[in-house]
Structure formats: structure tokens, C-alpha cells
């Protein structure tokens, strides 16, 4: 046997002892890798007994009501001396108009961290239940719907007629001289669109 063929020789033996192994493989498709675990979006946080929440829409339908003549948004916070003092003046205005066909809705523009600060002020002055809360993300839509001229100062009140209509704003604090004429022309049919602002900051 030639060199060559000795050389030959020996590289059939060890393409034969060593298989397969030693021609390369051809991969198959890669299997994905897995993922690290996404964590699971929180949870929305439960609301506290005795508050709901609400968006303009569905507060506007409420002026929208079969035999509701106008609706009257007051809209405070707990952290609002000024609202602290005006609510229970509003609370009494609502009683003495209450066959009139007006409704009165309480709205809280606290956050969720003041949540209970704004029930317990409601339960002190022994306000209507459930607090009313403006839903959480909506704030920006809320003001808009309310007006667009409202510089979201509090306490603020909002006349809508039945239908969803804008009829007079009242912005920062208002004595009872200041409202009880509007409504009085509003049930008669007179018109009282307009705005009153008190001349001092808004909270």
C-alpha cells in the first residue's frame, strides 16, 4: 500500500469509529426561550363601604331623568375648608327645593388617597349617601364637561337643565343670596345662564 493510501486508511477508520459525531448537525428551529413571568397588572384597588364612583356621562344622564326639571352638581373636597363650610348651607337649599323637581348631586374631586378623609367628612355633616367621587383618570374630561370656562376652583356649582344643558355656574365660595334667586327664576322659565365667581383665590 502506497502513502497515500495508508492516509486514506486511516481516515475511513476514524470517520467510522467516531459516527456521526463528527459531521456537524444541522439545527432545527430554535424552541422559543422562555420569558421571565410577566407580573399580572394590579389589581384596581377596592373601593371604601359607602363611596361610588362616576364619570360626566353618566352624571349628565341624571339630568336627563324622566322628571327631573334640573340638576345641581356640587363639587368639593375634604381637604377644602371653604367646601367644609358651603356644604351644609347646600344640604339645606336641597331640602327646602326638594319638590320642585331639582336633583343635587355631591361630587368629590378628592383622590384615592383622600377617599376616607372625604367619607368621613360626608358622614360629619351627615350628608347624602353613598360619597360620590369623581372616577379616578377622568378629572380632565370631568371639568371639560362641566364647562369649559370652569378654572376648577372649589367649592364650585354647576345648574344643568333636562337636557344636560349648562345653565349657570357659580365658582369658589357662594352664599345663599347668590343661588337661591337663580333657581327660583329657573323653575319659572326665566334665564339665567351666566356665571358668578367669587373675587377671592380659588382652592
Given at each position: 500500500?502506497?502513502?497515500?493510501?495508508?492516509?486514506?486508511?486511516?481516515?475511513?477508520?476514524?470517520?467510522?469509529?467516531?459516527?456521526?459525531?463528527?459531521?456537524?448537525?444541522?439545527?432545527?428551529?430554535?424552541?422559543?426561550?422562555?420569558?421571565?413571568?410577566?407580573?399580572?397588572?394590579?389589581?384596581?384597588?377596592?373601593?371604601?363601604?359607602?363611596?361610588?364612583?362616576?364619570?360626566?356621562?353618566?352624571?349628565?344622564?341624571?339630568?336627563?331623568?324622566?322628571?327631573?326639571?334640573?340638576?345641581?352638581?356640587?363639587?368639593?373636597?375634604?381637604?377644602?375648608?371653604?367646601c367644609?363650610?358651603?356644604?351644609?348651607?347646600?344640604f339645606?337649599?336641597?331640602?327646602?327645593?326638594?319638590?320642585?323637581?331639582?336633583?343635587?348631586?355631591?361630587?368629590s374631586?378628592?383622590d384615592?388617597?383622600?377617599?376616607?378623609?372625604?367619607?368621613?367628612?360626608?358622614?360629619?355633616?351627615?350628608?347624602?349617601?353613598?360619597?360620590?367621587?369623581?372616577?379616578?383618570?377622568?378629572?380632565?374630561?370631568?371639568?371639560?364637561?362641566?364647562?369649559?370656562?370652569?378654572r376648577?376652583?372649589?367649592?364650585?356649582?354647576?345648574?344643568?337643565?333636562?337636557?344636560?344643558?349648562?345653565?349657570?355656574?357659580?365658582?369658589?365660595?357662594?352664599?345663599?343670596?347668590?343661588?337661591?334667586?337663580?333657581?327660583?327664576?329657573?323653575?319659572?322659565?326665566?334665564?339665567?345662564?351666566?356665571?358668578?365667581?367669587?373675587?377671592?383665590?380659588?382652592?
Amino acid at each position: 500500500m502506497t502513502r497515500g493510501g495508508v492516509v486514506l486508511a486511516l481516515v475511513a477508520a476514524l470517520l467510522t469509529a467516531c459516527g456521526d459525531d463528527v459531521v456537524p448537525r444541522k439545527r432545527g428551529p430554535q424552541a422559543p426561550q422562555p420569558s421571565a413571568a410577566t407580573p399580572p397588572p394590579p389589581s384596581a384597588a377596592k373601593l371604601p363601604d359607602g363611596l361610588i364612583t362616576i364619570d360626566a356621562p353618566a352624571l349628565l344622564a341624571r339630568a336627563r331623568a324622566p322628571g327631573v326639571r334640573g340638576l345641581l352638581v356640587s363639587v368639593w373636597a375634604s381637604w377644602c375648608g371653604s367646601c367644609r363650610e358651603e356644604l351644609p348651607l347646600l344640604f339645606q337649599m336641597r331640602d327646602a327645593f326638594a319638590t320642585t323637581g331639582l336633583d343635587w348631586a355631591f361630587v368629590s374631586g378628592d383622590d384615592p388617597p383622600g377617599y376616607d378623609a372625604a367619607l368621613k367628612l360626608m358622614h360629619e355633616l351627615k350628608g347624602p349617601s353613598p360619597t360620590v367621587v369623581v372616577a379616578p383618570g377622568t378629572m380632565g374630561a370631568f371639568k371639560r364637561a362641566m364647562s369649559p370656562s370652569w378654572r376648577g376652583g372649589i367649592p364650585a356649582m354647576f345648574l344643568f337643565d333636562s337636557t344636560g344643558k349648562l345653565r349657570h355656574l357659580w365658582e369658589g365660595p357662594i352664599l345663599e343670596h347668590e343661588i337661591a334667586p337663580v333657581l327660583q327664576a329657573f323653575l319659572a322659565g326665566e334665564a339665567v345662564d351666566g356665571e358668578t365667581r367669587t373675587t377671592g383665590p380659588a382652592q
